[in-house]
C-alpha cells in the first residue's frame, strides 16, 4: 500500500528546508509569498527582528484584480514593489513559500522584478 502526502504538509517541509537558507535583513529583506485559491499575498520581512517593512494582498480593498489569477498576481508584484521602494528597498531575497516558480508565484515575482525590486 502506498503512503500518500497531504500537499499542504509537503509544500510545509519545502518551505522549512527553503526557510533555513532564506533569511532577511534590514538592508535587503524577505519577500515572502503565500498563495490561496482565492488570493496572492506578498510580505518583506525583516527576520532579525521579525518585523514586516511592507505588505499587499489581492484582499485589500484597493487591489482590482483577483488574486486567484495571474493578472492578480502581476498586479500584487507591482504592488509591492512600490510599496518597497517608497521604504527605500530595491534589493530582497526571494522566498517562494515552498510553492513552485510557475504561474502566479512566478508572475508575482517577474511584476516586482519590472517595478524596481533586484533578486
Known amino acids: 500500500m502506498k503512503r500518500s502526502i497531504d500537499k499542504d504538509a509537503r509544500r510545509q517541509r519545502i518551505h522549512v528546508r527553503i526557510r533555513d537558507r532564506v533569511k532577511g535583513t534590514q538592508e535587503r529583506p524577505r519577500l515572502a509569498v503565500f498563495r490561496s485559491l482565492k488570493h496572492i499575498y506578498a510580505q518583506l520581512i525583516d527576520d532579525r527582528t521579525g518585523r514586516t517593512i511592507v505588505s499587499a494582498s489581492s484582499a485589500e480593498k484597493s487591489?482590482?484584480?483577483?488574486?486567484?489569477?495571474?493578472?492578480?498576481?502581476?498586479?500584487?508584484?507591482?504592488?509591492?514593489?512600490?510599496r518597497a521602494v517608497a521604504e527605500g528597498v530595491k534589493k530582497v531575497v526571494f522566498d517562494r513559500g515552498g510553492y513552485l516558480y510557475h504561474g502566479r508565484v512566478k508572475a508575482l515575482a517577474d511584476a516586482a522584478r519590472e517595478a524596481g525590486l533586484e533578486f
Open 63 to 82: 487591489a482590482t484584480a483577483s488574486g486567484g489569477n495571474l493578472a492578480g498576481a502581476k498586479e500584487i508584484g507591482k504592488l509591492i514593489a512600490g
